[in-house]
């Protein structure tokens, strides 16, 4: 069994194993503290100053990263928590992603921002955000999110690969969880990766009532609504996960979706979901019901106390909510 | 942590700091460990920021500073607040999402908004909104107080407010808790030259103290931050200090030597040697007051919001 933060951390060692040309940047993020989660250990002791803890610096480092990458380096910086981006947001936006087109030919911008992001954890107001609809229709930038079913090498090999800024996001709770294997979800759900999209499907089913998109910090949530709507209400759903959430990839077997629902830890508004729908709608008018549900937190700041915050992010029950009126 | 401080700049023989000084030292130290014990228990989540060994800077400038000032704090800002408004209850209530929290639950540890004391737990956020508040206080005599880590220099915000607040002659007191270290980076490794030579280039006075006495540290600073209040001028005051404890909570990864240097400096163990008596029966009634209030604040009902 292998958990999503000692996954990411193997992929990391393989990665700079592999290719002398890759940096890592972040706060605290050398041993032995090895990062505020972990997900660096090792690195240091292993790769010297090819990794590197910075100052208190998001803007600068994103920028030094940004640097590192026009010099012909690959570069990763860790935000500590995924609230702190904004602070690189104008490197991000108005120079790394800019940069790859503003020039009048490719330029190419090797680097990946990883970002903890997301609550239910009690962290607080600015530690507990997925800022990841912030940085969404920006061209010249992506947005990824690691799953529990997407491997962490393939997914910075890809980013790496393209050649122009990625952001990465990771969520805090999904650290804690263990990677699926060999396309075994439990019980009753099996999964299959094509194309950078893991799909989660019900054993021998034939066409799901709906068919959730959801990005990684929600799979867990996504799957207990599944399962309890499976087994309570007999509603057979289907599970989208993809791993690159902007520019949205070919999402498979949606023509034959009962329902279309997309859920999204970020606060409700300007968010993922609506970016998702801006695209499907067309490609499915002929075949889609009714309109695609949207699911998202409360349009609200995220209360530190657990029974506050519990209200404000989507949980299993608002997803087995939404999907049952819309069905109705 | 490699540090060049002498272990005690003040002398052992000064005099035992006052009754109340000590009580509110005593105070914040058994609130902090209370909420480290509360957490090894899982009757608190989330994180927390303890100021073990620091209390002494907040209880210091308490002294020096005026109700209608402003005062910004961090992640590390227990005894800040206890300093400037002594409601155990409240903060613990705020923390524990308890009834009677001092911002509903929302804010939690990081985030404080009471009268004049708000804390936020970005790093560098809160220096240029100190000087905004700082020049609606402009000739008042008043000052807005921003406690800052050495860590947070880091931050490019620090350095546009300390050019803001000199062009425009703004009371903003600034200060300093150089502890050594930021989360597990120590100084050395992540600032390059000085506080002092950083409020030199914007043409701010700067004080460094290494005194951890309260009387011997307001003597110096008295005249300073009267300067501020009457000439209106930012002053950085930078102290010496040490950490005692983890970052947050069990993340300490310095070695025991590093630890013990910095507990060393801590004026707990000082003051229980060189004060027996006065010292034991404080520290008995604070423990009990903080251990009391913690049961009185966990039975309570949780907080509520009104989502806006
Ligand atoms: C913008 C930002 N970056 C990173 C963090 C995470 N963080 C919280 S405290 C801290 C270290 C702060 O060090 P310092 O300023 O020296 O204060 P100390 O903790 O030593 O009191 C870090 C990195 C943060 N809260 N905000
Ligand atoms: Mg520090």
């Known amino acids: ?328 | 942590m490699i540090d060049t401080f002498p272990p005690f700049a003040s002398p052992r023989s000064a005099p035992p700091p006052a009754e109340e000084d000590l009580q509110l030292l005593l105070l914040i130290r058994h609130f902090e460990l209370t909420l480290l014990r509360l957490f090894e228990a899982g009757q608190l989540s989330g994180t927390t920021h303890t100021c073990l060994g620091q209390e002494y800077i907040p209880v210091a400038l308490k002294a020096l500073l005026e109700s209608d000032d402003f005062v910004f704090s961090n992640h590390r800002g227990h005894g800040h607040f206890l300093a400037r408004h002594t409601d155990p209850h409240g903060l613990l209530a705020e923390i524990m999402g308890r009834e009677g929290a001092l911002c509903s639950g929302v804010g939690g540890s990081q985030h404080i908004y009471h009268r004049r004391f708000l804390s936020t737990g970005v790093q560098g956020e809160s220096l240029p909104v100190a000087v905004g508040t700082a020049l609606t206080l402009k000739g008042t005599g008043a000052l807005t107080c921003v406690y800052i880590g050495d860590g947070t220099w880091g931050e490019g915000s620090v350095y546009e407010a300390l050019n803001m607040a000199r062009l425009w002659r703004v009371p903003l007191l600034v200060v300093v808790e150089h502890n050594g270290i930021a989360q597990s980076t120590p100084t050395t490794a992540q600032m390059a030259g000085t506080v002092a030579g950083r409020a030199a280039a914007f043409g701010i006075p700067h004080h460094r103290t290494v005194s951890t006495e309260i009387a011997e540290i307001r003597a110096e600073l008295a005249p300073l931050v009267a300067e501020v209040r009457r000439a209106s001028v930012p002053l950085v005051v930078e102290f010496a200090t040490h950490r005692i404890g983890p970052h947050s909570k069990g993340d300490d990864t310095r070695t025991p030597e590093e630890i013990a240097l910095a507990a060393d400096h801590d004026w707990y163990t000082r003051y229980a040697g060189l004060f027996p008596e006065a010292f034991g029966r404080l520290d008995r009634e604070m423990r009990e007051l903080v251990e009391r209030a913690a049961a009185e604040v966990s039975a309570r009902p949780p907080s509520v919001w009104e989502r806006p």
């Open chain 1, 1 to 328: 069994m292998t958990r999503v933060s000692e996954h990411l951390n193997r992929a990391l060692h393989d990665l700079l194993a592999a290719d002398p040309g890759v940096h890592v940047l972040g706060e605290d993020i050398t041993d032995p503290y090895g990062g505020a989660f972990k997900v660096t250990r090792g690195l240091s002791g292993r790769f010297g100053d090819r990794v590197r803890s910075t100052p208190l610096s998001e803007g600068a480092i994103v920028g030094v990263g940004a640097g590192l990458a026009l010099a012909g380096r690959k570069a990763i910086v860790e935000i500590m928590f995924a609230d702190f981006a904004t602070l690189a947001f104008d490197q991000l936006v108005n120079f790394a992603a800019a940069s790859t087109s503003m020039y009048g030919r490719p330029v190419p911008i090797p680097l990946v921002v990883r970002c903890p992001s997301g609550g239910n954890r009690g962290y607080g107001p600015t530690h507990s955000q997925s800022p990841q609809k912030h940085f969404l229709g920006v061209p010249g930038l992506h947005v990824f999110e690691m799953s529990p079913f997407h491997d962490a090498g393939r997914l910075l090999e890809t980013m790496l690969g393209l050649g122009r800024p990625c952001l990465l996001f990771e969520d805090k709770v999904l650290y804690t969880r263990r990677m699926y294997e060999d396309g075994v979800v439990d019980d009753l759900f099996r999964y299959e990766v094509t194309g950078g999209v893991a799909r989660v499907f019900l054993e021998g089913a034939a066409e799901p009532d709906c068919t959730l998109i959801v990005h990684g910090g929600m799979v867990h949530r996504a799957l207990a609504a599944v399962r309890d709507l499976l087994l309570e209400e007999d509603v057979v759903c289907e599970l989208l996960v993809p791993s690159q959430l902007y520019p949205l990839p070919d999402l498979p077997g949606l023509e034959r979706a009962g329902h279309v629902c997309v859920v999204e830890d970020g606060s409700e508004g300007g968010g993922w979901g609506a970016e998702v729908a801006r695209v499907l709608h067309p490609r499915l008018w002929s075949t889609l019901r009714r309109p695609i549900t949207l699911v998202a937190s409360a349009p609200s700041v995220i209360p530190a106390a657990p029974h506050l915050e519990r209200e404000v992010l989507v949980q299993p029950g608002h997803i087995r909510h939404a999907i049952m009126e819309a069905l109705s």
